[in-house]
């Protein structure tokens, strides 16, 4: 039997980045990225990594998790999926596209952030491409009232 490939593969939070074998319990074992706070991580199960989408565990990840209750940072988050999460429902309108988000952006969700705040951003506005057949990046984007301001769900389609 062959294992599915699925280096580069992400799940949640965090990107597979090597196999590690299997342990004791001969379990297979994943190295991840995380996609927040760029940790790698020690070697994780499979079924944690691809089921149960565990995060990080880095202690100074859970601090900047600390903001993924905010509307900017849903925002982020669903741009991220459409972009990179091949089973996202809009993914096929995006990252099929070869539409995708600036390496910074990606690996932080800061200076997303940083750039949305510089830009005008409060939770009445929302993050818009100039060209809807480029990427999310600080030159293709900018910051505009949104039409759901305060929506529990970010709008990034608006
Ligand atoms: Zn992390």
New binding site residues.
Partial sequence: MTARNIIGKRYK??EVIAEAGKNKHRTRMLICR??????ITEPKPYTSVVNRGI????P???Y??GESRTRLYRIWSHIKQKCFNRTDHQYKKFGALGITMCEEWDLDFRAFRDWALANGYTDEMTVSRRDKKGGYNPENCYVRPSKYPNSKESKTNE
């Fill in positions: 939070d965090l995380c996609l927040k706070c760029g940790t995060t990080c565990g880095s100074t990840c859970r900047k998790h």
